[in-house]
């Protein structure tokens, strides 16, 4: 089976960071599109960062452009979320998620079409 394992999450204080890890196993990284939301308390899932492997273009939402990075290790099966000077409003579960990619027209933001989700790892960043 399937299966996307986060890691990273934590306690930090506000203009800290994080970086977190999804490792994936039964699924070959550079096959697939891979995203990274997040949902804080209350609020509705958001995406916030995601990879098109068909133009290797990266998607930031705009609250966290210029403050996080992500990145694949395609040899390791291995997505990375590395999150710098966080914020309060960044409290939230984060998830990594996987979509494949069947035509060459698509790209990660199909927010709705994710299919394989990782557990979730929480961050909680204190001001």
């Known amino acids: 089976d399937v299966q996307l394992q986060a890691s990273g999450g934590g306690l930090v204080q506000a203009g800290g960071s994080l970086r977190l890890s999804c490792v994936a196993s039964?699924?070959?990284?550079?096959?697939?599109?891979i995203g990274w939301f997040r949902q804080a308390p209350g609020k509705e899932r958001e995406q916030v960062s995601c990879?098109?492997?068909?133009?290797?273009?990266?998607y930031y939402t705009d609250s966290v452009k210029g403050r996080f990075t992500m990145s694949n290790d395609n040899s390791k099966d291995t997505s990375y979320l590395q999150m710098s000077s966080l914020k309060s409003e960044d409290t939230a579960v984060y998830y990594c998620?996987?979509?494949?990619?069947?035509?060459?027209?698509?790209?990660?933001?199909?927010?709705?079409?994710?299919?394989?989700w990782g557990q979730g790892t929480l961050v909680t960043v204190s001001s």
């Open positions: 990879f098109s492997s068909n133009d290797g273009s990266t």
């Open positions: 039964e699924l070959t990284l550079r096959e697939y599109d």
């Open positions: 998620a996987a979509i494949t990619v069947p035509t060459p027209d698509d790209r990660c933001t199909r927010f709705d079409q994710y299919m394989y």
